[in-house]
Structures are given as C-alpha cells and as structure tokens.
T-cell receptor, first 109, second 114 residues
C-alpha cells in the first residue's frame, strides 16, 4: 500500500525554527509537495522537490532524500500566522497525489 | 496559477436530499479533482474529472452517489446524492495544470447533514 507519515501535532515558539518531517512509501515517485492549510481554508502550495537536496524559499525550506523516502519542511523565524496544518503529498507512478494526514503546527508567543 | 471559485461555501442539508457543488476556474485546465476532507484528516480523492471523458472514481466512491459533470475546461460540478450524516465533511475541488505541477484548490464546501 501507499503511505505517508508525518507527526500529528507540533508546538513551537514565535521567532524559533521548526522542522516537520515526512516519510513516504509509494508506488513510484514523481515529486513531493508541501502545502499549508489554515483552519477552515483550502490548502495552498508551499514547495516542490523532485531531486535530492534543499529548496529554499524565503523563511521556508524543503529537503528531500529519495533513497530514504524522507522529506522535511523547515520554517524559520516563526510567526503567529504560521499556525496551520502542513500537508506532505507525493505524486506516485500514475502522477496521482498521495496525501499525508497533515501536521498541525501550534505557535506560542 | 489558477483561481477557483467554489460554491456553496457551506450548507446544512436534510438527510435523503442532494447537494450540487460547483467549481469555476479562471483558466482552462485539463485535470480537475474532487476531494473529501474530514476534520483533522487527510485529503481523500473522490474522483478525477477530465473534460471529454467520464469521471474516474476511487475505491469506495461510486457514480450513483457522487455524480460529476465536466462540461468544459473551466467548470465542474459534484453532486452528493441521498445524503446521510456520514457525508458530513469538507468537499474540495482542485486543478492541476500538468502532471508535475502544484495543485490549486477551491475554497471548499463545508457540508453538514442532519
């Protein structure tokens, strides 16, 4: 079966750094996506990794290791508005998105 | 990018009735998807709706329960038929411009069946 694992919930402090991990087992791999979803809203795209390594985009970075089936999303200089769920998703061999359950990130002042 | 207008944003419906959800995209896209999301849970794909072909349903979802229309490249509807409280969920439409591009989502429809 296909599976994506990420922590259910994480708590961090405003101004700090947090790393959200994602491990996956899918039939094929055609890229890994991270989305942000605020409560009651639709997911919005954050990052895309298809090759190993780090992709940096402002305060957010995403890392991929295909051999380990592993990715992480790194959020720096946390702000209260970063409180949201972060969804990891992988495109399988059929280019279908397989979604993780999401990690709820709580930011404390 | 794509901007998707999804309606209604929320509704409370009586069991046994049907609700049709509409999604309008501001550009022509081939691939459109319908998802369901229970609170605190992952997105579950209901079906893929590509223009010019019948919708493809995932395991556990059938056309009689979730009929889909895709009359053109900018519009689609999902109907939730003969609703029961178990259908209470958030329904999302999504589009992708290509096989390895990001997905864009409508605002979601929060459905409560009483």
């Amino acid at each position: 079966g296909q599976n994506i694992d990420q922590p259910t919930e994480m708590t961090a402090t405003e101004g700090a750094i947090v790393q959200i991990n994602c491990t996956y087992q899918t039939s094929g791999f055609n890229g890994l996506f991270w989305y942000q979803q605020h409560a009651g809203e639709a997911p919005t795209f954050l990052s895309y990794n298809v090759l190993d390594g780090l992709e940096e985009k402002g305060r957010f970075s995403s890392f991929l290791s295909r051999s380990k089936g592993y990715s992480y999303l790194l959020l720096k200089e946390l702000q209260m508005k970063d409180s949201a769920s972060y969804l990891c998703a992988v495109k399988d061999s059929n280019y279908q998105l397989i979604w993780g359950a999401g990690t709820k990130l709580i930011i404390k002042p | 990018s794509a901007v998707i207008s999804q309606k209604p944003s929320r509704d409370i419906c009586q069991r046994g009735t049907s609700l049709t959800i509409q999604c309008q995209v501001d550009s022509q896209v081939t691939m459109m998807f319908w998802y369901r999301q229970q609170p605190g849970q992952s997105l579950t794909l209901i079906a893929t709706a590509n223009q010019g072909s019948e919708a493809t349903y995932e395991s556990g979802f059938v056309i009689d329960k979730f009929p889909i229309s895709r009359p053109n490249l900018t519009f689609s509807t999902l109907t939730v038929s003969n609703m029961s409280p178990e259908d209470s969920s958030i329904y999302l439409c999504s589009v992708e411009a290509g096989f390895v591009t990001e997905a864009f989502f409508g605002q979601g429809t929060r459905l409560t069946v009483v």
